[in-house]
């Protein structure tokens, strides 16, 4: 998840001092903080533009949704908090060059959809009516929080045969810990940040563990896994990542870069050329990639000691 302003980061370390349980109320407001909307890059204009655009409707909030080329195998592609959709157009390109279909969305207070808040629910369900639309997806693709979102919609009511987690991670305790580490939160306030993340979503620790945890509770057999990771990414950083990768064993390949952080690794070549390999040839095509085509990558294939 994006950092947060140094000067909002302060309070509820500042209001710990005094109440865990206001801070911790604090801590929880800024988690689900949207603000302020990332502006869409001039480099990514064209093929936002390019976009049929459509909209759906999401716990009362209209999201407006995206399509690119007319091919039958759809890939779907989930942004991160904080996020848009036109993030994922040098992607996008490549795919469509491949002949698939690609849709996308920009959740509840992201990018061009409507609303002022927004959790990992409105992912989910903007997912589950996306599918109803197009059929099943050949591939989930998602970054950051929409790596998470796509792990939790594939091991539920949305599944596919391969799943892409970019810069993400395997939990929702994943991004509280190091929200929690990056506000300088003691442990009575962390725990408050908790409760208040469960009780949003109405749900207790099992329940969340089930829902949303792809390490204790891994993608379904026969769902092939690709892991991209940036060894320099200080938003998230790979730990996650790597327990993922363990917990899927042969079905899961890890591709690690350095020097891209959290968003360039979404559009490097050696995520580019990762996921085309996975979404037209399988796990055996990313073994296969020559490693001369992807410079800034290390354990692109098979797994890493």
């Known amino acids: 998840m994006p950092s947060v302003p140094a000067l909002l980061a302060r309070s509820p370390h500042t209001a710990a001092a005094v109440s865990p349980t206001l801070a911790g109320d604090l801590a929880y407001r800024l988690f689900f903080t949207t603000s302020p909307r990332m502006a869409e890059r001039d480099v990514d204009a064209a093929t936002h533009s390019d976009a049929r655009r459509g909209h759906l409707t999401v716990r009362g909030t209209e999201l407006v ?114 929200f929690a580490r990056e506000l300088h939160l003691d442990a009575p306030t962390t725990a408050r940040l908790a409760e208040r993340f469960r009780r949003r979503l109405g749900i207790d620790a099992a329940t969340v563990s089930a829902r ?34 363990d917990a899927h064993g042969s079905r899961s390949r890890l591709l690690r870069t350095d020097g891209l952080g959290h968003t360039r690794v979404l559009s490097a070549d050696a995520t580019l050329d990762a996921v085309i390999a996975l979404v037209t040839g399988g796990l055996d095509a990313v073994d296969g990639l020559d490693p001369a085509r992807t410079p800034a990558a290390q354990g692109a294939t098979g797994h890493e000691s």
Do not use: C, N
Not at 90 to 114: I, K, T
Not at 217 to 241: Q, W
């Open 212 to 245: 949303y945890d792809a390490v204790a509770h891994p993608l379904p057999d026969g769902t092939a896994l690709l892991v991209v990771h940036d060894r320099d990414d200080r938003r998230m950083p790979d730990s996650d990542s790597l327990r993922l990768h």
């Open 65 to 178: 949704t995206y399509e690119w080329g007319s091919g039958s195998r759809t890939v779907l592609l989930l942004h991160g908090w904080r996020g848009r959709a036109s993030q994922f157009a040098p992607l996008v390109r490549e795919l469509v060059a491949e002949g698939f279909h690609v849709v996308a969305f920009d959740a509840p207070a992201h990018g061009s959809s409507r609303g002022r808040r927004t959790d990992i629910r409105d992912w989910v369900d903007a997912a589950e009516q996306l599918q109803a639309v197009h059929g099943a997806f050949v591939a989930i693709i998602g970054h950051s929080f929409g790596a998470l979102a796509a792990l939790t919609i594939a091991r539920s009511t949305v599944p596919a045969p391969a799943v892409v987690a970019i810069a993400g991670a395997a939990s929702p305790d994943a991004f509280l810990a190091e």
